[in-house]
């Protein structure tokens, strides 16, 4: 397989389109999708995806935020139906979900052995076919249903069923929590974690995961690395650890725009029924520059690092050819236009009172008109096969603002939070940069609570600059809620802000959230979207102390990367506590290891 791989397919008639549908084989062990298409009602998300995955495979999924990552796994699990195309999949298909169908009530040996039923059944029906078979050993449905019975014992590895289960909940850091307790009584990180175990545990063939490594520690990441290095199936990940992606991925699905020519985009409009043809080409619509228009996809048959690397290349080359092809473009617009007064004006000379001059001047007219005629032509075929207009994917502003002289010092003296912080004392000088590192349970998100003022602490344990002054301090948490739902996200942005700093800094200009996102509730944004509408705000009036808990997640991988260079930059004082490794690993202020309460 070539390194890069174009995914598109001509458009679908009507007809076509009618008679399309999701296909789900008993024995088939590849997955298919061909010239699949998805849209919202206020966007188009997916068009004409094409692909095929089969056993072995681990396909990472990348692209800017609002492609359709989430939407695509959600099609290929059969949860949403795709408006055309289809779906060839194998029968055991599992997706990751973020709450787990039980009331808060619900024990979680139950949860887990409803995880594991498959595997227990499958032991249950071979010992009562072997029954029956040592009683009729010549009996060839018998035989045929035993044989059955037997693979789908090996596929779900029920013989080490109970092994499987101790294995995986010790693996993703669940090992130590008592199964006859209740699933309420979990913390939203342990939820998801045991939501990751139960999916494990049932052993698709199809694994649909999307930010499987969210709440995850390095031990529970570097466990997750062998479970689907090991995979006898199919994986497509979605995710922002480029660690977990370098790691596992044998390809990678880039959902992000490709350079195709405009005219596809007007063939696919057109058939939409969402504008003609001429409308399509004739202009750069926020339509053909929208990260999540979704006009096919490319797979790359390398690793993350190799793959964005690949993109890179391609976005600069793309961009240097739809630069030319505009320069062009007005070029032949302006000799059209030019050309066309000519002529005008060369033919209205019939009052030339000397018949040598009319016939000269007609003859520059017919030459001028021709000249116009195929400067017209080269324009059609131009506005035919230019490449659509590049995407400006979503570039994080940074921290404009500099606090080397107000940067606040920071003095914590035997804090402790009972059941959730063990006690912890250290001092930062202003401007200093602090990374809290430590399994899950050892308080990293109760501690930076703590400082932002949400947790209570106990007197004389905490000390933010001198008493005297007064510091603003930025805190972006893990779960981002909004008092007023119905509040638009730019409504939002202006409460918290303040009317001068939101018009001298818009929050379209963050880079942040999309211009197509700026007037939805912000109750209908996604958890990336609410977090990113948070982290605007910080950037849009930068603290002197800023707290970070998860900042990478649920951004883009372009994004992260921005994020990185920004934090690199800013110059008040910094904690930030991440599971990221790729970030940790190139993180260069110093560090505090949290334990968890013995």
């Known amino acids: ?87 060839l999949r194998p029968q055991h298909v599992g997706l990751l979900e973020q709450e787990l169908p039980y009331p808060p009530d619900t024990p979680l040996v139950q949860i887990l052995d409803d995880a594991q039923h498959h595997a227990l059944t499958s032991l249950a029906t071979m010992e009562s076919l072997g029954d029956q078979l040592a009683a009729h050993p010549h009996d060839p449905q018998i035989a045929d249903a035993f044989a059955a019975a037997l693979d789908e014992a090996e596929r779900s590895q029920a013989f080490a069923a109970e092994a499987r289960r101790a294995e995986m909940l010790r693996g993703l850091g669940l090992g130590g929590i008592d199964e006859r307790r209740r699933l309420g009584e979990l913390s939203g990180g342990q939820i998801v974690r045991l939501s990751l175990a139960c999916l494990l545990l049932r052993a698709p063939y199809l694994l649909l995961l999307d930010e499987p490594s969210n709440h995850l520690d390095d031990a529970s990441s570097a466990y997750l690395e062998q479970v689907l290095s090991r995979w006898p199936g199919i994986v497509i990940l979605a995710s922002h650890d480029r660690a977990l992606l370098d790691a596992v991925s044998t390809g990678i699905l880039d959902l992000d725009p490709l350079p195709v020519p405009a005219s596809e985009l007007a ?32 797979f790359w048959g390398l690793g993350y690092s190799q793959a964005r690397q690949e993109r890179r ?88 603002e500099q606090f080397h002289d107000s940067a606040p010092e920071l003095r914590v003296n035997s804090l402790r939070i009972p059941g959730r912080l063990a006690e912890v004392s250290f001092t ?144 008040g004082t910094l904690l930030i506590a991440t599971h990221d490794r790729w970030l940790r690993s190139r993180w260069k202020g110093q560090v505090l290891n949290l334990v968890p309460e013995a």
Not at 51 to 79: D, H, M, P, Y
């Open 313 to 400: 290349e391609e976005l600069r080359r793309w961009r240097e050819r739809y630069a030319r092809e505009l320069e062009q473009r007005n070029a032949l617009h302006h000799e059209v236009a030019v050309g066309s007064r000519e002529v005008n004006r060369k033919q209205e000379s019939k009052s030339e009172s000397k018949i040598s001059q009319k016939f000269y001047a007609d003859k520059d007219a017919r030459v001028t008109a021709r000249r116009a005629r195929n400067a017209r032509m080269r324009l059609e075929a131009l506005e035919r096969d230019r490449v659509r207009r590049p995407p400006q994917p979503l570039e994080f502003a940074g921290f404009g």
């Open 1 to 87: 397989m070539p390194a890069s791989q174009t995914s598109t397919s001509p458009s679908l008639t009507a007809s076509q389109r009618a008679g399309t549908r999701t296909d789900t084989g008993g024995g088939q062990q590849q997955l298919t999708v061909d010239s699949l298409s998805f849209s919202y009602p206020d966007r188009r998300v997916l068009s004409k995806i094409s692909f095929a995955a089969s056993a072995g495979q681990r396909i990472g999924l990348v692209g800017e935020n609002g492609t359709g990552k989430s939407t695509l796994l959600a099609l290929l699990a059969g949860k949403l139906t795709p408006e055309s195309g289809s779906i």
């Open 428 to 571: 930062l000088e202003p401007g200093a940069r602090l990374l809290l590192s430590g399994p899950n349970g050892a308080g990293k998100s109760t501690l930076l609570s703590v400082l932002a003022g949400v947790l209570d602490a106990p007197e004389d344990t905490l000390q933010i600059g001198t008493d005297e002054s007064r510091h603003r301090v930025g805190y972006l948490p893990q779960e981002v809620s909004f008092e007023h739902p119905r509040q638009s996200a730019a409504e939002y942005y202006r409460s918290v802000v303040g009317f001068d700093r939101a018009e001298a800094t818009p929050l379209a200009l963050s880079g942040l959230l999309a211009e197509r996102d700026l007037h939805r509730p912000v109750g209908e944004l996604s958890v990336g979207q609410r977090r990113r509408l948070a982290l605007a705000t910080l950037v849009a009036d930068p603290p002197e102390l800023l707290l970070l808990d998860e900042p990478t997640n649920h951004l883009s991988l372009a994004l992260v990367e921005e994020l990185e260079t920004a934090l690199n930059q800013y110059a």
């Open 267 to 298: 063939d696919a409009a057109a058939a939409d029924g969402e504008s003609s043809a001429a409308d399509a080409i004739a202009a750069d619509s926020e339509e053909t520059s929208d990260t999540g228009a979704g006009y096919g996809a490319r």
